[in-house]
């Protein structure tokens, strides 16, 4: 093998590892927080928020969900976005957990 196929090669092989670390990283913050995840469940998170018991949790009042919460980035219109409370990872408009705070 000469120089120049073996410097091909070596610069395929980074940029597909570069490639597929990317994907990986972007896979895991986009995964969505489910009420199982430990961390979450910690929280109470809820997928839907009218499904919150307030005597379990008497910080949640009527009406919050994490559209309404300054941890919620999403573009206007969209169903779910991702929550900075969580590293990123996606949760539904309507969901709601014990972290909310009101965005002003
Ligand atoms: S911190 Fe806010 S946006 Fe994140 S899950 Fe809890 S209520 Fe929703």
Request: glycine share 8%; hydrophobic share 40%.
């Given at each position: 093998?000469?120089?120049s196929?073996?410097?091909?090669?070596?610069?395929?092989?980074?940029?597909?590892?570069?490639?597929?670390?990317?994907?990986?990283?972007q896979?895991?913050?986009?995964?969505?927080?489910?009420?199982?995840?430990?961390?979450?469940?910690?929280?109470?998170?809820?997928?839907?928020?009218?499904?919150?018991?307030?005597?379990?949790?008497?910080?949640?009042?009527?009406?919050?969900?994490?559209?309404g919460?300054a941890?919620?980035?999403?573009?206007?219109?969209?169903?779910?976005?991702k929550?900075?409370?969580?590293?990123?990872?996606?949760?539904?408009?309507?969901?709601w957990?014990?972290?909310?705070?009101?965005?002003?």
């Amino acid at each position: 093998m000469d120089i120049s196929r073996r410097s091909f090669f070596t610069s395929s092989a980074v940029i597909i590892a570069a490639i597929c670390g990317s994907a990986a990283s972007q896979a895991q913050t986009t995964q969505a927080v489910t009420e199982n995840d430990p961390a979450a469940s910690a929280l109470g998170f809820h997928l839907n928020a009218s499904t919150v018991d307030k005597a379990k949790y008497p910080t949640y009042e009527a009406g919050q969900s994490c559209s309404g919460c300054a941890f919620f980035q999403a573009d206007a219109g969209t169903t779910e976005g991702k929550c900075s409370m969580y590293g990123g990872r996606t949760v539904p408009s309507t969901a709601w957990c014990a972290a909310f705070f009101k965005r002003v």
